[in-house]
């Protein structure tokens, strides 16, 4: 089992350019996670889905969309990116135990 | 928001003694999370402890859980240089959504 994948691993944008993070676990979880780390801060949730077909915003949703195409897979897209959406970003599933397992994580620089 | 707020934001101590960070939280839980991140790496789980249990071991590692007092604590024992990183508590209301504080950076010196 990979586990949760995540790629881009790098990215640096301009203002304005558009992107798309892709994320996507081979444990047949249901739930699956994004947030995003600035320097020196715990993790934000900025959406998440509960199942395949359905997503919810999380705490810092604004200039984000995503898609949960299917089990394996959910994806955050920047339409616009601006440099305050400069981060780590990580992807997580959340296991049978309730727990949440987490992926290596994409660092995203917007100039 | 009912995210955990962690303390100390820092820890430095000697490889062998023990490292304790404590968590504070709002409002009611269903169960609170602790996670490890090493430097440029995802969370790593560590333990769970559920409303109703007040204390659990795993390997060198104990947590405790005061709802009364809503804080939690984390103790590593006899820490290893491969024991610093940062340490965050979730706390974890029905939803499932966790929700992080800034963390305890521990660095352990040999």
């Known amino acids: 089992n990979a586990g949760v994948t995540q790629t881009p691993k790098f990215q640096v944008l301009k203002t304005g350019q558009s992107m798309t993070l892709q994320c996507a676990q081979d444990?047949?979880?249901?739930?699956m996670y994004w947030y995003r780390q600035d320097p020196g801060m715990g993790l934000r949730l900025i959406y998440y889905s509960a199942s395949e077909g359905t997503t919810d915003k999380g705490e810092v949703p604004n200039g984000y969309n995503v898609s949960r195409l299917n089990k394996r897979e959910f994806s955050l897209r920047l339409e616009s990116a601006a440099p305050s959406q400069t981060s780590v970003y990580f992807c997580?599933?959340?296991?049978?135990?309730?727990?949440?397992?987490f992926g290596p994580g994409t660092r995203l620089t917007v100039l | 928001s009912q995210q955990g707020e962690e303390d100390p934001q820092a820890l430095s101590i000697q490889e062998g003694e023990n490292a304790t960070m404590n968590c504070s939280y709002k409002t009611s839980i269903n169960n609170l999370q602790w996670y490890r991140q090493n430097s440029g790496r995802g969370l790593v789980h560590l333990i769970l402890?559920?409303?109703?249990?007040r204390e659990k071991h795993s390997g060198r590692l104990r947590v405790t859980l005061d709802t009364s007092k809503k804080s939690s604590s984390l103790l590593i024992t006899a820490s290893r240089a491969a024991d610093t990183a940062s340490y965050f508590c979730a706390p974890v209301r029905n939803d499932y959504k966790l929700s992080f504080g800034a963390g305890t950076t521990v660095t352990v010196r040999a």
């Open positions: 444990m047949n979880h249901n739930s």
């Open positions: 402890i559920r409303s109703n249990e």
């Open positions: 997580a599933s959340l296991t049978g135990a309730d727990t949440q397992y």
